[in-house]
């Protein structure tokens, strides 16, 4: 059974740091991108950060780009989201996913997806 697994989600004051883990089964996550995406109460899933098959090319969005950092341990079969410098406006769910299909932000490229985990950014 392929399955994605987030952990790490928590609270925390604005300016705190957290580090998401995806954990994969079923599946070797290496040959695979990887994506990071969020949602918010009331709000569309957006795509957080991204890193290509190869590791070679990684993926922002501009609200989070300098504070977030997107990787992977291939022998953990795990990726991560580095998080740093949180501000209010990253609260929400962030949910990991995994494609061969291409590489990017864009949600519909994605074949397989976590169940997400929650992130409170408040004071």
Known sequence: ???????GGDWVQPGGSLRLSCAASGFALDGFAIG???QAPGKGREGVAALSNNNLFDFYTASVRGRFT?????AKNTAYLEMNNLKPEDTGVYFCAATNLGDGLDAHIYKYWGQGTQVTVSS
Not at 1 to 7: A, F, G, I, K, P
Not at 70 to 74: G, K, L
Request: aromatic fraction near 20%; avoid cysteine.
């Open 1 to 7: 059974q392929l399955q994605l697994v987030e952990s």
């Open 36 to 38: 990071w995406f969020r």
């Open 70 to 74: 997107i990787f992977r341990d291939s």
